[in-house]
């Protein structure tokens, strides 16, 4: 498995096309902006049925629609410069040259190819990316605010102003929505949404409304202009994350590529590059300039590959010189560990696992070398400062996340959450939009405390969650560990859940691992949204119940979430084609 | 995959034996009778560790005890038979002839051979398994009353005394919760029971107080005396099922025989012979008799096999005598489905899914066409005489359960589970031990209704539940969408958790599916558990934790549920022997 990445031998990454079983796209036009095209998949039912097609969320991106031609090299289209031009705020620059240590050193057959096609970054005017406050005392607050017009999201809405991402999620969101408007209160009056506020129809001022409170966010860095926009915040469907990512001794290239175009082909509505090895620049920007959904990052952890690993060599000039090339690339969203503070980590010495969080261990590992507070809290300004100007939305980490069920909802956790709750406000203040993440491995008694903490402390802000796992006796069954605390808190206002794949603990995941992930955490997010009385959910629940009760077998698996693993499962026990039909 | 079992084919099953990895079975002698030897696993850590070994409850019978010899030819020994004739009330009688229709008529090459010893059955003196009273108006109530002895746990525990069985029972449950005594109560108080009441320490009166009040069983048939008794009930360990069982077109005995004892290594608690092709009786006895853990069925599969599948043509003769067929051989559980009323069938009417349990399709089928009561119903005081006689468990089937989201907590569903209460309290008086079957597909907020429903209709009789389903998108993926269900309905006081496979709907479990279904259940099973507040449910929980964070990989393969799949996970990635030593 041990695959370096030799320049030579590179070649275009291999990815996964084409439609889903009876499955079509469609793209539908707000009223708001009928210049919007926003994507639907449709699943056709067998004439028998005499049932509509079945509209479900598409997060596929170009990939599935047999007339879009797909070239990896060149990547997808940039639709979304347009918008993000035509609003102002913003201009073009240079943009930072990619040195030796953004790859890890690494030069010759281990060079990782470089995406062939380069673009110039796009920042907002105010903001100079050669130095931060800290770095060019020159520059003053008056100065920075002279030039300040709206860049994010956030920004846009606390103004009261409707983008087009905005109106292009309302109408994503909607889905089916229009078609169950009759019974769309009955359905919101049966669920149990804990205080969420659903709406029987999403509009784009509901949306820019939501956001303006903080509650809800469109991960969308205006480099990132591949994207098609979508919204996390509890009173929308709940969405899901797939990490992937190269480590040192495992993956490529072109295997990180197609696991990224392969986990949204399933449904994961954004991906995590969580690269740890060589080639991180040229791995994250191939799968960025192909990749229809968010990517979010954890940028501290190619800030300790610039230092060789040694995390007390780490520094604020290091990580903020990171945040910068990932902006310019257009990381959507960063992980920031920043709650994780010095006074806390004695609260961890009597814990089980300690901290088992890595860009919290890595934190906690500098402070103490340092005996001093992390950067990541002291320059949390200058940071707000730098994801503003390419609208990177922040994930709050939760460094100090419980590794096992003994240490949930304890001292630590919840001190760093209180954290997390103060810098929102700051991050807020500062115009970015913000993401709280929490844990971890929580029993089924404990996790409802987290999301009801959660939302005191941070106002609402959107919760993103790993898992939680509620035992720790199965690993590789750890999906399902923890599928069941995602649903849980899902059902209970988690915004996004982060998926567990079946190698957790063990390995890095493979293709397959990265599909069973996927499907497991999207039936948990399914699972939630039924509870909560989403008015669209069930919709999908009762097409797929008629047919299995009429044994129309092949709607049965086109309506399904995987229908090759629910045909072949089929297959193996009545592998005739009469077994099928209607 | 249509595999005949032809008699001169037909070989000695093979079955899997020896201990799980870094495993040792004890057994322990319980203080109120030393005589007893109760199983128990456990889990060497490495030296490095320095700790206690590791105490799990164990399903496995003597199958992983290197020290017995296995012979499936004779079945494992029947220690039990001694406790049942020392407190008399039984009898060994002549017991019914096998007739060509128990194994649907088949003969020749395709009849599986019959088990190799034949063992005359006992019953209830003061019963007449040739006739119940309908068949034998002379025999009068008086008659009867003044032959009875206690026979049934639940007899015996109403009339204050403790058989070996609860002793047992009590030894087994308290699994390392004497280590733990210290912080027992302080365990109990952190979970969260919903009301249960979770004794800090087992005591045989406890279980025969839990028993007498209706709120726990032992199925223990009388004939089944190889069994190692097990409790179920809200105020015990959550357990679990396994259904196995051949079907018209697929599986033979000896796969059978082999999926049983395979399902109660990996933790099976219980097992279903849910069997509905040929060879029936002969499948059953094999099983039966190699069996440590209760084995439940559904009679009406069998009676529906001897008149063709024909519903129509059912008769409560035909069925009584199944009856008593079954309970000879030592069925521990009968599902019947008597709760399925004549008066409810039109409440299905304007459902998605209808009726899709099969006993409950099977008796509407035939109210319907006799436009009369089902005899289910009619001869429930019968029904409880004969299993009185055996201790066989009663398992009221929830024929109206909901198949898909749209049709949970309906009409149809609650009426039964109305029905269901009455006929728990005719059971017990009749001297019956009566647990409650649950749904089914349900989302996660009505979960909680079922169980809160539940428990006020039949009086804290043990809920024995399918799942349930939390989403109908996922086939392929059902024991996870169940799973969820699974561990929170078992939180909220489900007793026992029926699992689900990943062919759920989509065709008959194989080897991998049946372990698979059964580490899902396991682990769903442990989170309830935990989050109820079981004294010594963490124990395991922390010392994998501890394995994980000082990196003994061997140990934390050696205390997963799955030591093979974990070990396995993690050499995919990282094969070296260095990487798992502490």
Not at 514 to 543: F, W
Request: net charge negative.
């Amino acid at each position: 498995m041990n695959k370096p990445t030799p320049q030579s031998d590179f070649s275009t990454p291999k990815v996964t096309t084409g439609p889903l079983p009876a499955s079509r796209k469609v793209y539908t036009h707000p009223k708001a902006d009928p210049s919007l095209s926003v994507p639907r998949r449709m699943i056709d039912l067998h004439p028998s049925a005499n049932e509509e097609p079945v509209p479900v969320y598409d997060t596929s991106g170009p990939y599935s629609d047999p007339s879009v031609t797909i070239d990896v090299e060149k990547g997808l289209a940039r639709h979304r410069t347009e918008w993000v031009l035509e609003r102002g705020g913003v201009e073009e620059y240079e943009g930072r040259d990619v040195r030796p240590e953004d790859n890890g050193g690494v030069s010759g057959k281990h060079l990782a190819r470089e995406f062939p096609t380069k673009h110039r970054p796009l920042k907002a005017t105010n903001f100079d990316p050669t130095g931060s406050v800290a770095l060019n005392p020159k520059r003053t607050d008056a100065d920075r605010e002279a030039n300040r017009k709206p860049v994010t999201q956030y920004e846009f809405a606390t103004a009261g102003i409707i983008t087009k991402e905005m109106i292009y999620v309302a109408e994503r969101e909607n889905l089916g929505r229009q078609e169950m408007l009759e019974n769309a209160e009955a359905q919101i009056a049966q669920g149990e949404s804990f205080g969420a506020e659903i709406p029987p129809f999403i509009t784009p001022e509901f949306v820019r409304d939501e956001i303006a409170k903080g509650r809800a966010i469109i991960p969308a860095n205006i480099n990132h202009p591949e994207l098609e926009p979508q919204i996390i915040g509890r009173n929308f469907l709940v969405k899901i994350n797939a990490n992937i990512g190269n480590s040192a001794v495992t993956s490529s290239v072109e295997e990180e590529v197609d696991k990224m175009v392969w986990a949204t082909r399933w449904g994961a509505d954004n991906v995590m590059d969580l690269s740890t090895g060589r080639n991180i620049h040229n791995t994250r920007e191939w799968i960025i300039r192909n990749s229809p959904v968010p990517i979010g990052t954890v940028p501290i952890y190619q800030a300790l590959e610039k230092v060789n690993g040694v995390a007390e060599d780490l520094t604020w000039e290091i990580y903020r010189d990171t945040l910068i090339e990932q902006a310019e690339q257009g990381v959507d969203y960063f992980t920031i560990h920043a709650g994780v503070r010095l006074a806390y980590i004695h609260l961890t010495a009597k814990r089980v696992t300690g901290i088992v969080s890595r860009g919290g261990s890595i934190m906690a590992k500098w402070m103490l070398a340092h005996h001093t507070e992390s950067f990541l809290y002291t320059h949390f300004e200058d940071i707000c400062d730098i994801m503003r100007a390419y609208d990177v939305s922040f994930s709050l980490g939760d460094g100090l996340r419980p590794g096992s069920i003994a240490d949930a909802n304890d001292a630590a956790q919840f001190a760093e959450l209180e954290t997390l709750g103060e810098l929102t406000k700051i991050a807020h203040a500062k115009g970015c939009q913000v993401m709280i993440e929490g844990p971890g491995h929580v029993p089924m008694h404990k996790i409802k405390i987290n999301m009801d903490k959660q939302l005191r402390e941070c106002g609402g802000a959107p919760f993103y969650t790993l898992g939680p796992l509620t035992t720790d006796i199965a690993p590789g069954y750890d999906h399902i560990t923890s599928g069941i605390g995602a649903a849980m808190i899902g059902w209970y206002g988690t915004a996004m859940l982060c998926y567990v794949t079946p190698k957790e603990h063990l390995g890095l995941p493979d293709r397959d691992d990265v599909k069973v992930g996927v499907i497991t955490y999207k039936l948990a997010a399914h699972a939630a949204d039924l509870a909560k009385g989403h008015p669209a959910a069930q919709i999908r629940d009762d097409a797929l119940s008629r047919a299995r009760f009429e044994f129309r077998w092949e709607d049965q698996f086109n309506l399904s979430l995987d229908p090759e693993t629910a045909r072949d499962y089929h297959d193996q026990t009545l592998p005739k084609e009469a077994h099928k039909v209607a």
